[in-house]
């Protein structure tokens, strides 16, 4: 079993900056993707970011392309999400996912292991 706890949320003005950051304990050594996911009110949950193990591999969603940054540190066991040029419209409870396989899928099933999720609520 792996437990992930996000950390770093809270309230920013539009155009500010936040960083994420989510720790992975227990099995940690059969991870190799870690993600983070969003959900506005109403919403589904959409696939904002991943990396691979390999640290090569990223993805961003089209909505953040060029304003977040993902990056893992699985040494540490811990992977950020830095947010920049934020928007209102980025609001929304942020969830940290990692998966067992190399896939990076904005399917919520193939994730293994999710964390319970910090709000970021963007001011115009």
């Known amino acids: 079993q792996v437990q992930l706890v996000e950390s770093g949320g809270g309230l920013a003005q539009a155009g500010g900056s936040l960083r994420l950051s989510c720790a992975a304990s227990g099995r940690t050594d059969s991870l190799y993707t870690m993600a983070w996911f969003r959900q506005a009110p109403g919403e589904q949950r959409d696939l904002v970011a991943a990396?691979?193990?390999?640290?090569?591999?990223?993805f961003y969603g089209h909505s953040v392309k060029g304003r977040f940054y993902i990056s893992g540190d699985f040494a540490k066991n811990t992977v950020y999400l830095e947010m920049n040029s934020l928007k209102p419209t980025d609001t929304a409870v942020y969830y940290c996912?990692?998966?067992?396989?190399?896939?990076?899928?904005?399917?919520?099933?193939?994730?293994?292991?999710w964390g319970q999720g910090t709000q970021v609520t963007v001011s115009s």
């Open positions: 996912a990692a998966g067992l396989t190399n896939l990076i899928s904005s399917v919520e099933e193939t994730w293994h292991y």
């Open positions: 990396v691979r193990r390999s640290g090569v591999n990223t």
